[in-house]
């Protein structure tokens, strides 16, 4: 690979390392960019997805977490979290940049800034190379997040609001897009051999993505059962004991035919606070 470009999440980066270092090519030069982060789910951080729609139904929360433009309740300083991130050292350099809640739109607005400052990054030094020494890699590799990788496949394969909730992202499934440095896009005619190998290969839920997976069915199938057995409990995950009522909604006070994208909502000793965005 020319370079790599990850998130500053510690996933994405130990990724990167090992990945590399399998294929023999550990020295590949690593670009931190913090907009590549998963998506900020801000006071649903933390929380396990099915107890939280035990607390305030599946409805809701597959909504929050599937639509395009709904934003979940914000982060508030009471959030067991809300400091681990605000003083992290890894956002000290951002003025007022980091969410407090952000919808798959608002992830995808910093996911595509990020993109279009690659694409830019691996022109000019692929021309940069090309003049010193005549070859280099036609290759880059970025390693991010289901929700900032979701947001990517949609600008790239133009998938509007509404199909994108059914769009899902395997985890460490790397899939390959040709595209055009000059204008960011992909390339829209692709090589026969491409076509060939398309028909064997899985897509990741849409017709309309291009996207091709750099892995036989077998291996993709064995290696989700197997993360799918493990189960493994996730480092930050908040336990029952950490969620008050601060944390979540009161779906009763707060019907689903009410909610409006506009607000952030929150809820301070169980009433219902609504804030500006």
């Known amino acids: 690979f020319q370079k790599c470009y990850c998130s500053l999440l510690t996933r994405s980066i130990v990724t990167c390392h ?30 396990s997805k099915e107890r939280t729609a035990e607390r305030l139904g599946r409805e809701l929360v597959m909504r929050w977490r599937r639509s ?14 809300y ?3 605000q003083k992290d050292r890894r956002y000290q350099h951002l003025e007022n940049e980091i969410p407090l809640a952000e919808s798959l739109q608002d992830c995808q607005q910093r996911a595509v800034e990020a993109w279009q400052d690659i694409v830019k990054n691996i022109h000019d030094t692929q021309k940069q190379q ?17 929700n900032t990788l979701r947001a990517l496949v949609m600008h790239l394969d133009d998938i509007d609001s509404q199909e994108i909730e059914g769009l899902n992202i395997p ?13 960011g896009t992909v390339v829209p005619e692709m090589s ?34 197997r993360r799918r057995a493990a189960n493994d409990p996730w480092l930050w995950a908040l336990h ?9 909604l009161d779906t009763k ?4 035919d009410t909610a409006h994208e506009d607000n952030v909502v929150a809820v301070d000793d169980g009433e219902m606070i609504e804030l500006e965005k």
């Open 240 to 248: 029952d004991s950490q969620v008050d009522a601060a944390m979540l």
């Open 18 to 47: 090992r990945a590399l270092e399998v294929a023999g090519i550990a020295y590949t030069p690593l670009v931190y960019d913090w907009r590549l982060n998963e998506r900020h789910y801000g006071a649903l951080q933390g929380l």
């Open 171 to 183: 985890t460490a499934i790397p899939f390959f897009y040709d595209i055009d440095l000059e204008s």
């Open 192 to 225: 026969e051999a491409n076509h060939k190998s398309r028909a064997s290969i899985d897509r990741i839920g849409l017709g309309r993505f291009r996207g091709i997976y750099i892995s036989d069915e077998r291996k993709k199938r064995g290696f989700l059962e």
């Open 83 to 85: 400091d681990m991130i």
């Open 253 to 256: 006070n707060y019907p689903l």
């Open 130 to 146: 090309e003049s010193h020494s005549g070859a280099t890699s036609q290759y880059s590799l970025v390693v991010a997040h289901a």
């Open 68 to 81: 395009y433009d709904a934003r979940p309740p914000t982060m508030l300083p009471h959030h067991p979290h």
